[in-house]
C-alpha cells in the first residue's frame, strides 16, 4: 500500500514507539551478534519437528490492514523472506517477544526480509493499545484476520506461532511458542544462507485468554 495513504494517526503511534524500539535494538543487538554464531546449531537442534506445512506453498491470503485502510494480500511479500507471526493481546508470550520481533525486523530491513504481524482471535482496540504501549515495527505490516482464516489456512493453535516463507513463497520454517531474537536471527541467517530451518517448538501456546 502507498505509504501516502497511510492516516496520520498512525504514524504518531509509531512515532511515540521509537524509544521503545531503539532500547530495544540496543538490548537486542548483542543477541543478534550471537545468532549469527550460533546460527549453524539450530540445524542440528533436536527439537526441530517436521510439520506438514514446510516445503508447501503459503496460503495466498488478502487480509485487512489493522490500523491502516486498505489491504494487505500476502503475495505481496513474493521474492523477499518473510516472518509471518500471530499474536494477540492477551498473549502473555507475544507480549514477552515482542521487543525481539520488533528489534530483529530492524535489524534485517536491509537484507530483504519483512515481518508481518496477524492478530489471532482479537479485537483491534486492544491489539492498537497493545502496539502504542510496547511499539510499533517500521519493518512490519500488522494485519487483522477476519474469520479466522489465516489461522486456519496456516493450521494455527495458539499464539504466538511464526512461520517463515521464502523469496518463492513456500513456507520453510516455524517457531512454535515464545521467539526470541537468537533464535529468530540464527534462523533468518539460515535462509539468507538458502538453507530449510525446519520447526523449532521455543514454548507452549495460548489459545485464548484463558490459556
Not at 500471530?86 to 525486523?105: G, I, K, M, N, Q
Amino acid at each position: 500500500m502507498d505509504d501516502t495513504a497511510r492516516p496520520v494517526r498512525t504514524g504518531l503511534r509509531r512515532s511515540s514507539g521509537l524509544l521503545v524500539r531503539l532500547a530495544a535494538l540496543t538490548i537486542v543487538a548483542g543477541s543478534l551478534a550471537l545468532a549469527v554464531i550460533l546460527g549453524s546449531r539450530f540445524g542440528q537442534d533436536p527439537t526441530l519437528i517436521a510439520s506438514p506445512l514446510i516445503g508447501k506453498p503459503a496460503p495466498d491470503l488478502t487480509l485487512p490492514y489493522l490500523a491502516d485502510t486498505g489491504d494487505f494480500t500476502l503475495r505481496e511479500l513474493r521474492g523477499k523472506v518473510a516472518v509471518i507471526n500471530f499474536w494477540a493481546s492477551w498473549c502473555v508470550p507475544c507480549r514477552a517477544e515482542h521487543a525481539d520481533l520488533v528489534a530483529t525486523a530492524d535489524a534485517f530491513a536491509n537484507t530483504g526480509v519483512r515481518f508481518v504481524g496477524v492478530l489471532y482471535q482479537d479485537d483491534p482496540e486492544p491489539a492498537i493499545d497493545f502496539l502504542d504501549e510496547l511499539g510499533w515495527g517500521d519493518n512490519y505490516d500488522y494485519v487483522i484476520d477476519p474469520g479466522s482464516r489465516a489461522a486456519i489456512a496456516f493450521g494455527v493453535f495458539g499464539v504466538p506461532e511464526t512461520f517463515f516463507v521464502n523469496p518463492e513463497g513456500v513456507i520453510i520454517g516455524k517457531i512454535v511458542g515464545q521467539s526470541s531474537a537468537v533464535l529468530l536471527g540464527a534462523t533468518l541467517d539460515q535462509i539468507l544462507r538458502g538453507e530449510r530451518p525446519g520447526e523449532h517448538t521455543a514454548g507452549t501456546v495460548q489459545s485464548g485468554p484463558g490459556g
